[in-house]
């Protein structure tokens, strides 16, 4: 038999630990910030000493435009393979519903921001 790998090693490893010590309050205060950008405590403070911002996940809202214009995508492929078959006149008013929600949805994500 072969030798057990596992997984293949991380390209950058996290090696080195840095630890300090927060009152009560400051751990609380923290630990609301980092809830409300959506990521743990750790990734929190990783951002904040490193880049001397947070990133915050995407929300609820962002999320489910982005999964709308996915579902718009696939609808403006399969208008594509109509026009394709039965000509572009009659799939025309078609793109022009999709071209208004796809803008709209833009500015809602550029808005969110």
């Not at 990521?39 to 904040?48: E, G």
């Not at 911002?53 to 435009?65: A, G, Q, Y």
């Not at 208008?79 to 394709?84: D, G, I, K, Q």
Request: hydrophobic share 40%; net charge positive; glycine share 8%.
């Amino acid at each position: 038999m072969g030798k057990i790998t596992g997984r293949p090693k991380k390209a950058v490893t996290r090696d080195k630990n840095i630890g300090f010590f927060v009152t009560q309050a400051q751990y609380f205060i923290i630990q609301q910030k980092a809830a409300r950008a959506g990521v743990n405590i750790s990734d929190y403070m990783r951002q904040a000493s490193v880049f001397g911002e947070i990133r915050s996940r995407w929300s609820f809202e962002e999320r489910d435009i982005f999964k709308k214009m996915v579902g718009m995508s696939n609808d403006i492929h399969e208008l594509v393979t109509m026009a394709r078959q039965e000509g572009v006149v009659q799939c025309a008013l078609y793109f022009g519903q999709y071209g208004k929600q796809i803008d709209e949805a833009l500015k809602r994500l550029g808005d969110a921001k």
